[in-house]
């Protein structure tokens, strides 16, 4: 019987990603499992307007600190359900690859993965970093879709 011991739910913040961490949240728990947090930051982020480029570095920082602060609030209530729960901010422009690469540094027994559900050319267009995943991950991966007209 599959029973993971580490459960990585990746988030954006976005409510797809929410709506995931829940599932990843209540399957920790049940398999008693920790519950590892991730979010991926850009390298090189796009300056909003108003941003000098000379304040890139610090711009950067500002981001991996919100992120930082949305994680571990995430986890503070995981942890307040009774569930084992950490954090970590990962850097890369290509955020499967960094969540597959943390994966298999952390030996994740599991992913659970939201998608934001697009089909046809939008899928085309943009990609998908949930389909880059469930196809590189060593670990299985839950995917849970999205519903397309919420987009």
Not at 85 to 101: L, S, Y
Request: hydrophobic share 50%.
């Amino acid at each position: 019987m599959f029973s993971p011991k580490r459960i990585m739910a990746p988030i954006d913040f976005s409510q797809f990603s929410l709506a995931a961490l829940e599932t990843a949240k209540a399957m920790a728990k049940t398999y008693d499992a920790e519950l590892f947090l991730v979010n991926v930051v850009p390298f090189i982020p796009t300056l909003p307007d108003g941003v000098p480029y000379f304040q890139e570095g610090a711009y950067e920082q500002q981001i991996i600190e919100a992120a930082k602060k949305s994680l571990t609030a995430a986890a503070d209530d995981a942890i307040a359900s009774g569930t084992r729960a950490r954090t970590k901010v990962g850097m890369a422009n290509d955020a499967a690859m960094e969540i597959v690469r943390l994966a298999e540094e952390e030996k994740v027994d599991l992913i659970v993965i939201a998608t934001h559900g697009m089909t046809g050319w939008r899928r085309l267009a943009f990609g998908s970093v949930t389909d880059k995943v469930a196809r590189t991950a060593e670990c299985p991966v839950l995917i849970l879709r999205g519903n397309a007209t919420q987009i």
